[in-house]
T-cell receptor, first 115, second 115 residues
Framework: AQTVTQSQPEMSVQEAETVTLSCTYD???????LFWYKQPPSRQMILVIR??????QNATENRFSVNFQKAAKSFSLKISDSQLGDTAMYFC????????????FGKGTKLTVNP | EPEVTQTPSHQVTQMGQEVILRCVPI?????FYWYRQILGQKVEFLVS????????KSEIFDDQFSVERPDGSNFTLKIRSTKLEDSAMYFC?????????????FGEGSRLTVL
């Protein structure tokens, strides 16, 4: 069974600073995908970044990057130059490759960016 | 910008009553999903729907639950006889290429309170 764990229920960061959100996962599969989703207050959840497990290179999307450590089953999200609009719940999720449509989510980390 | 819309935003019902939650996915999307989040817990997969049939469902999605795409635009989740433990936020999502891309477009959610 897949599990995703986010050990930080809440975090805060000063505007323009860098913050790292932690995520660990457990799966017996070798081929899978990992995702970070963002849910701003009273808004829809949106995809931030995606990582294929077979790729060693860490995914990057503008100010968002991941540190994917496959052996350690760790998938942290780094937000550089934090902006007020980054304030949101951040969910880590996994998906087994091979036809499954089931995303498995962590509990989320509430990030507050302070001015 | 196209988005997934859900109605109602909040519904209060008595235990044992039937509830229908409605979703309008993005118009050219082919994959449809329901997830739910009980307060303080993880976002959980309920069901995926593709080509007019359920493609995958979780153990939560028992005989009390059903989904339907009655008219090519709406995607509904029906709970036949609600229980207290069905109280949760229910999220609808749609995708053009499936969960493997991570590009699930979520609605804002329907909060269900069962008394």
């Amino acid at each position: 069974a897949q599990t995703v764990t986010q050990s930080q229920p809440e975090m805060s960061v000063q505007e323009a600073e860098t913050v790292t959100l932690s995520c660990t996962y457990d799966t017996s599969e070798n081929n899978y995908y990992l995702f970070w989703y963002k849910q701003p207050p009273s808004r829809q959840m949106i995809l931030v970044i995606r990582q294929e497990a077979y790729k060693q290179q860490n995914a990057t999307e503008n100010r968002f990057s991941v540190n994917f450590q496959k052996a350690a089953k760790s998938f942290s999200l780094k937000i550089s130059d934090s902006q007020l609009g980054d304030t949101a719940m951040y969910f880590c999720a996994s998906l087994i490759q091979g036809g499954s449509e089931k995303l498995v989510f962590g509990k989320g980390t509430k990030l507050t960016v302070n001015p | 910008e196209p988005e997934v819309t859900q109605t109602p935003s909040h519904q209060v019902t008595q235990m044992g009553q039937e509830v229908i939650l409605r979703c309008v996915p993005i118009s050219n999307h082919l994959y449809f999903y329901w997830y739910r989040q009980i307060l303080g817990q993880k976002v959980e997969f309920l069901v995926s729907f593709y080509n007019n049939e359920i493609s995958e469902k979780s153990e939560i999605f028992d005989d009390q639950f059903s989904v339907e795409r009655p008219d090519g635009s709406n995607f509904t989740l029906k709970i036949r006889s609600t229980k207290l433990e069905d109280s949760a936020m229910y999220f609808c999502a749609s995708s053009s290429q499936g969960a493997v891309t991570g590009e699930l477009f979520f609605g804002e959610g329907s909060r269900l309170t069962v008394l």
